[in-house]
């Protein structure tokens, strides 16, 4: 019976945790993007946007880079992959853990991006 509390708890502060991530995401300020027409395009992002598309077949629409508050370093912002659909989304999460570069921050299925963390 305890047990079965706990995992609920467990499951319950998750939820929580991922509701808190989603909000705060909206939150953070659009630091650089992969678009050439943004007035805060990233010449590197689009590169790593044309590697992916053709190194691993991926449709990927674009990158962002958040600045969280209080983060002044690029290697700490959050990058998020805005993917054309699920099974692209799928599986560039697959490689990425593979190769163990970032940490997944958060995954918002409905949108279809995905959120990486660099800490």
Do not use: C, H
């Not at 300020?29 to 991926?58: A, D, G």
């Not at 998020?80 to 697959?94: M, V």
């Amino acid at each position: 019976m305890d047990a079965k509390k706990r995992v609920q708890e467990k499951a319950e502060q998750n939820k929580a945790a991922e509701i808190f991530k989603k909000k705060s995401i909206k939150s953070f300020k659009i630091w650089y993007i992969s678009e050439k027409k943004s007035k805060v395009y990233l010449r590197q992002l689009k590169k790593n946007s044309k590697n992916i598309k053709k190194e691993y077949k991926i449709k990927l629409n674009r990158i962002l880079v958040f600045q969280p508050p209080g983060v002044v370093l690029f290697k700490d912002a959050i990058t998020a992959y805005y993917f054309k659909n699920i099974t692209d989304l799928n599986k560039f999460e697959q490689i990425a853990s593979e190769l163990k570069t970032a940490n997944l921050y958060f995954r918002d299925i409905d949108s279809l991006v995905l959120y990486y963390s660099g800490k």
